[in-house]
């Protein structure tokens, strides 16, 4: 049978099953967008012939990465919100009250790049003025599933006292709901399915309760997923204490939000009983191990959800928080961080942290019958990492196999030297084919600085402990 592409002699990592499905010589077979067969590289050239062939010899070829959560409009910002306490309002809002929508575009075009060149090929995106960066995407080629942040937080929020209860616009939240389901309306299984929306409520926090039901309404009517955070800090649980006086779980469950539907993002501030609640309730938990440890210095109840019986997956969230969009740094980040929270060596192990950055994603998006792992029938979103890197030294397969380990806790994700996506080449030797990468991070670059002038008055304004630190001489 002819096929477009065969990726043969290579290390195969499927994902399927319970663990990681190795092949010791393994290939796949590509016909357009999806995969048409998976099995040892033997059987795969006896029945199929192809207009191109990949050899990965020395290569492992596994499915892409999916990053659950990541807000790239504000990828301009990395670095400028980095160990201090009130991240968001002193140290994130200034900048970003000064923000243009095109402005946050550029910026996001670059975290996409750091993106697919650490081998993640969906991106949960999920920020403001989506309507703009879904063109990075489709310009790109990457597999995305998007949604607008909506909320009723003006952009003035920085200026309020910290602990002051905020104030919501009507208005502001009416424009960004609208912006979602026309978002939804235009961009839905656009690109031959490659672009998906969902809706983005911001946390029951950052609206009235008015809106966050309108926003369900909406989901169950679309019969699609809320992806929100919630429980994410002790300035969420302050909002909604003062406003309602109840913790976020409690609230969401009282207005029926807990279920498959919702995708729960951080629960940092959850207990082990919200935790476990939740979790039974059928919905799922996305884990940002690298931002809430810079962020909060704090390890999220992951594993207690898990053990409850919850599916969970990670995220990278965002740059000004985690400064890595990167799923190699997330996935050891969430190994080391529940072995030292555990007191436990086997606590996390590399497997799981591999499972939740790729098929274990795919369910908590909804996604799993289309990518997450290698099987004939599934979008052919698939990576190749090169084992003759240093960090992958040595390469053994009997009696052990190392290669999971030295991927989760050995390799920084530059070792990634092909990643296709729905079918198509998107980068290789490291080389992304689609657009110019230096072009587009040199644009961004003077875009970033051009909007640290504009709010030199509220970065001085708001007077951050980063801010203090380069006065100190520390920076």
Same mark, same amino acid.
């Given at each position: 049978?002819?096929?477009?592409?065969?990726?043969?002699?290579?290390?195969?990592?499927?994902?399927?099953?319970?663990?990681?499905?190795?092949?010791?010589?393994?290939?796949?077979?590509?016909?357009?967008?999806?995969?048409?067969?998976?099995?040892?590289?033997?059987?795969?050239?006896?029945?199929?012939?192809?207009?191109?062939?990949?050899?990965?010899?020395?290569?492992?070829?596994?499915?892409?990465?999916?990053?659950?959560?990541?807000?790239?409009?504000?990828?301009?910002?990395?670095?400028?919100?980095?160990?201090?306490?009130?991240?968001?309002?002193?140290?994130?809002?200034?900048?970003?009250?000064?923000?243009?929508?095109?402005?946050?575009?550029?910026?996001?075009?670059?975290?996409?790049?750091?993106?697919?060149?650490?081998?993640?090929?969906?991106?949960?995106?999920?920020?403001?003025?989506?309507?703009?960066?879904?063109?990075?995407?489709?310009?790109?080629?990457?597999?995305?599933?998007?949604?607008?942040?909506?909320?009723?937080?003006?952009?003035?929020?920085?200026?309020?006292?910290?602990?002051?209860?905020?104030?919501?616009?009507?208005?502001?939240?009416?424009?960004?709901?609208?912006?979602?389901?026309?978002?939804?309306?235009?961009?839905?299984?656009?690109?031959?399915?490659?672009?998906?929306?969902?809706?983005?409520?911001?946390?029951?926090?950052?609206?009235?309760?008015?809106?966050?039901?309108?926003?369900?309404?909406?989901?169950?009517?679309?019969?699609?997923?809320?992806?929100?955070?919630?429980?994410?800090?002790?300035?969420?649980?302050?909002?909604?204490?003062?406003?309602?006086?109840?913790?976020?779980?409690?609230?969401?469950?009282?207005?029926?939000?807990?279920?498959?539907?919702?995708? /729960?993002? =951080?629960? #940092?501030? *959850?207990?082990?009983?919200? @935790?476990?609640?939740? %979790? &039974?309730?059928?919905?799922?938990?996305?884990?940002?191990?690298?931002?809430?440890?810079?962020?909060?210095?704090?390890?999220?109840?992951?594993?207690?959800?898990?053990?409850?019986?919850?599916?969970?997956?990670?995220?990278?969230?965002?740059?000004?928080?985690?400064?890595?969009?990167?799923?190699?740094?997330?996935?050891?980040?969430?190994?080391?961080?529940?072995?030292?929270?555990?007191?436990?060596?086997? /606590?996390? =192990?590399? #497997?799981? *942290?591999?499972?939740?950055? @790729?098929?274990?994603? %795919? &369910?908590?998006?909804?996604?799993?019958?289309?990518?997450?792992?290698?099987?004939?029938?599934?979008?052919?979103?698939?990576?190749?990492?090169?084992?003759?890197?240093?960090?992958?030294?040595?390469?053994?397969?009997?009696?052990?196999?190392?290669?999971?380990?030295?991927?989760?806790?050995?390799?920084?994700?530059?070792?990634?030297?092909?990643?296709?996506?729905?079918?198509?080449?998107?980068?290789?030797?490291?080389?992304?084919? #689609?657009?110019?990468?230096?072009?587009?991070?040199?644009?961004?670059?003077?875009?970033?600085?051009?909007?640290?002038?504009?709010?030199?008055?509220?970065?001085?304004?708001?007077?951050?402990?980063?801010?203090?630190?380069?006065?100190?001489?520390?920076?």
């Amino acid at each position: 049978m002819k096929v477009d592409i065969i990726i043969h002699n290579g290390h195969l990592m499927t994902m399927e099953g319970k663990g990681v499905g190795y092949i010791a010589d393994g290939a796949v077979a590509i016909k357009h967008n999806k995969i048409e067969a998976v099995g040892q590289t033997q059987e795969i050239l006896r029945e199929y012939t192809a207009e191109r062939h990949i050899d990965a010899a020395n290569k492992l070829i596994m499915p892409g990465f999916i990053d659950a959560h990541i807000h790239t409009g504000i990828a301009i910002f990395r670095g400028v919100a980095q160990d201090m306490s009130n991240w968001m309002q002193k140290g994130l809002w200034p900048f970003q009250k000064h923000l243009r929508p095109d402005e946050s575009a550029i910026g996001s075009m670059v975290n996409i790049i750091e993106g697919i060149k650490a081998g993640t090929t969906t991106f949960c995106d999920y920020d403001g003025r989506m309507d703009l960066i879904v063109n990075n995407y489709k310009k790109i080629g990457a597999r995305a599933r998007v949604t607008e942040l909506v909320n009723e937080i003006p952009d003035n929020i920085g200026d309020l006292p910290v602990g002051e209860l905020y104030t919501f616009e009507s208005s502001i939240g009416e424009t960004k709901l609208n912006r979602n389901l026309e978002l939804y309306e235009k961009h839905h299984d656009t690109e031959d399915g490659r672009i998906t929306v969902i809706l983005g409520p911001h946390g029951p926090d950052m609206m009235s309760l008015e809106l966050l039901k309108e926003v369900k309404n909406h989901a169950e009517k679309l019969d699609t997923k809320l992806h929100m955070h919630v429980a994410q800090g002790d300035r969420e649980i302050n909002q909604m204490e003062k406003r309602y006086g109840k913790r976020s779980i409690e609230f969401l469950d009282e207005h029926d939000f807990l279920n498959e539907r919702l995708i /729960a993002v =951080h629960l #940092t501030e *959850a207990t082990d009983e919200e @935790t476990a609640f939740i %979790a &039974k309730s059928g919905a799922s938990m996305i884990y940002c191990a690298g931002s809430i440890g810079i962020i909060d210095g704090m390890v999220p109840p992951v594993q207690h959800f898990l053990d409850a019986g919850g599916t969970a997956c990670l995220g990278s969230d965002q740059a000004p928080g985690n400064n890595s969009n990167n799923m190699f740094n997330e996935m050891k980040f969430a190994a080391i961080l529940n072995k030292v929270k555990y007191k436990n060596p086997q /606590a996390f =192990h590399a #497997t799981q *942290a591999l499972r939740m950055a @790729t098929i274990e994603a %795919a &369910k908590v998006m909804g996604i799993d019958h289309e990518v997450g792992s290698l099987r004939s029938g599934k979008k052919a979103d698939i990576i190749l990492v090169d084992l003759t890197a240093p960090a992958f030294y040595p390469v053994l397969t009997k009696p052990i196999r190392n290669i999971v380990p030295n991927l989760v806790y050995s390799a920084r994700g530059d070792e990634v030297d092909t990643a296709i996506i729905d079918g198509k080449v998107i980068m290789e030797n490291k080389q992304i084919l #689609t657009i110019h990468e230096k072009e587009e991070i040199s644009k961004a670059q003077q875009t970033a600085e051009n909007i640290a002038s504009r709010a030199e008055e509220d970065i001085l304004k708001a007077d951050s402990d980063i801010l203090q630190m380069v006065r100190d001489g520390l920076l």
